[in-house]
């Protein structure tokens, strides 16, 4: 595993984390799917500058 990896990887946990936060007063997305579309939206932004 890279430096670059462990970075990405951060930066995921982190947006997961709060795309967690912010999704639980919704009512039909929930907490689980807040962290995906968070760790995914780490993962794109981070694709497209590299």
């Known amino acids: ?3 670059e990896d462990k970075a990405l990887s951060k930066k995921m946990a982190i947006a997961a ?3 967690a936060v912010i999704a ?3 009512p039909f997305v ?3 799917f807040g ?3 968070g760790a995914g ?3 794109v932004r981070s694709k497209k500058r590299g």
Do not use: D
Request: charged residues 5%; without cysteine; proline residues 11%.
């Open 1 to 3: 595993m890279t430096e």
């Open 17 to 19: 984390a709060i795309g």
């Open 24 to 26: 639980i007063p919704v």
């Open 30 to 32: 929930g907490p689980i």
């Open 35 to 37: 962290a995906m579309a």
């Open 41 to 43: 939206y780490a993962f």
